[in-house]
Structures are given as structure tokens and as C-alpha cells.
């Protein structure tokens, strides 16, 4: 983990609260000068760090474990985890929730209409398989960060084909909800155009799931809204 991670991170944070390198000044009893110096350095004291992350309302933990997650790693599940969550919906369910969603135990009892005992097996039964850990009560996944789940085993199929059945019937089903979108386009391009359409797709994918990380630190959870994404393309035309 480099310094200039680090440093940039911050600056978006700061950018983020609309806090400037004036108001940062002053909080620090610095000049201006001072802080843009600071904050243009390869090397910044933890002190100076702590102080900044102090003025933002972040916890300097927060900003590594930010900086540690920025990048999208693929997993593969072990044919075990794959095999269990295929054959346990619910215990699916309840890894989803936590880590994906991240939605708090009550609500998860809420939703599923279990007990509190029922979630703590449920959640024992993750931890045997290696997907959770439980250390006094609080779960730590063992993948943290951004990830894809990737490989070709039938949890991965089933919930490739289901999830993007329910997700495009959820849209067709509302369409005059203005938050929900569908958009049927049929190109002609060169080799070249559709290979830099499905780059910058990916790429914009991937920015706006890194902001997601980001957010979920810099932002309250009320005004964090959920998005589910579903993209589809085929090299044929619609007819055939």
C-alpha cells in the first residue's frame, strides 16, 4: 500500500465533503501553501495523516482498508462452498445480504422470517465452510474487498440464469418507474468498435463499482441507494 494511494484517496474524500484546501488550512492551523505541499508529497508523516482523516470524520483504518479494496479480484469458489450454497437457498441468501448488501442481522431475520437461533446456525454453517469468520460476534468475510465470483460450476449457472431472469422481468414488469431503465439497441460496428464498446462498458462497470467502495465510507447508508446491473450481448440480431 503506497503513500500515493493513500494521498489520493484523501483527495477525493476531501472533494467529496466539499472541503477545500483552505478549509483544510485552517483546521490544521497550516497555510494553504502548506497543505497543497502536503498533500503533493511522497511523504507524509501518520500524524499529518491521522489529523486530516480526524477532519474528515474517517478513521485512518477506513482509509487503508479503502485504498486495500480498491482493486477487483476474482474468486472461485472451492467445489465444497459451491456445492453447499447451491444445495442451501437460504444460507445463500444470508451470505448475500451480508456481504453484498450488507444488511444488519435484524434485518436479514426480518426478511427471511427466522429466529435468532436459526441465523446463528446458519451463519456457524458458513463459517465451517471457510466463507465467514465469527470473532466475538462480529463476521468478517474471507474475501474481502471488491471481487467477482468467476468459474463455471452450477451455483455460478443457476444464478446467472435466474438473477438476470428476475432482474429483466423486475424492469419490464415497472416500466414507469424513472429509476428503472431498459434499452434495446442493435448496433453494426468493425471488429475494432465492438471490442472498445465492450472495454469501455467493462470500464465503466468497474469505476462505478470502485465508487460504490468508496461511498459506502465517505457517504451516510441513508442516502446510499441500491442498483442492481444486467448486460446482455449478443454478436446476432434480435430476429434470429
Not at 116 to 141: C, H, T, V
Not at 146 to 154: A, C, M
Not at 198 to 221: C, G, H, V, Y
Request: aromatic share 8%.
Amino acid at each position: 500500500m503506497t503513500q500515493d494511494l493513500i494521498i489520493e484517496t484523501l483527495k477525493r474524500i476531501l472533494k467529496a465533503k466539499k472541503i477545500n484546501y483552505k478549509i483544510l488550512a485552517y483546521e490544521m492551523g497550516m497555510s494553504e501553501s502548506g497543505v497543497k505541499k502536503l498533500l503533493s508529497s511522497k511523504d507524509i508523516s501518520l500524524g499529518r495523516l491521522q489529523r486530516i482523516t480526524e477532519i474528515l470524520g474517517i478513521s485512518l483504518v477506513d482509509i487503508f482498508k479503502l485504498v486495500e479494496e480498491e482493486e477487483i479480484k476474482n474468486v472461485t469458489l472451492t467445489t465444497k462452498q459451491e456445492n453447499f450454497l447451491f444445495e442451501n437457498t437460504i444460507i445463500l441468501r444470508i451470505f448475500w445480504y451480508i456481504g453484498f448488501e450488507e444488511k444488519s442481522l435484524d434485518e436479514i431475520k426480518r426478511l427471511e422470517k427466522i429466529t435468532k437461533e436459526q441465523l446463528d446456525r446458519y451463519l456457524m454453517k458458513l463459517e465451517n465452510i471457510d466463507l465467514i469468520k465469527i470473532n466475538n460476534g462480529k463476521i468478517a468475510f474471507v474475501n474481502k474487498g471488491l471481487y467477482r465470483w468467476v468459474g463455471d460450476g452450477k451455483l455460478l449457472k443457476k444464478l446467472n440464469k435466474e438473477w438476470s431472469e428476475n432482474t429483466l422481468q423486475k424492469v419490464l414488469r415497472d416500466k414507469g418507474n424513472a429509476e428503472n431503465l431498459h434499452r434495446l439497441s442493435y448496433l453494426k460496428l468493425t471488429e475494432e468498435s465492438r471490442q472498445k464498446f465492450f472495454e469501455r462498458l467493462n470500464e465503466l462497470t468497474d469505476e462505478f463499482a470502485r465508487k460504490s467502495q468508496r461511498e459506502k465510507i465517505e457517504k451516510s447508508a441513508q442516502v446510499l441507494k441500491s442498483l442492481s446491473l444486467l448486460f446482455a450481448i449478443s454478436p446476432t440480431s434480435f430476429l434470429e
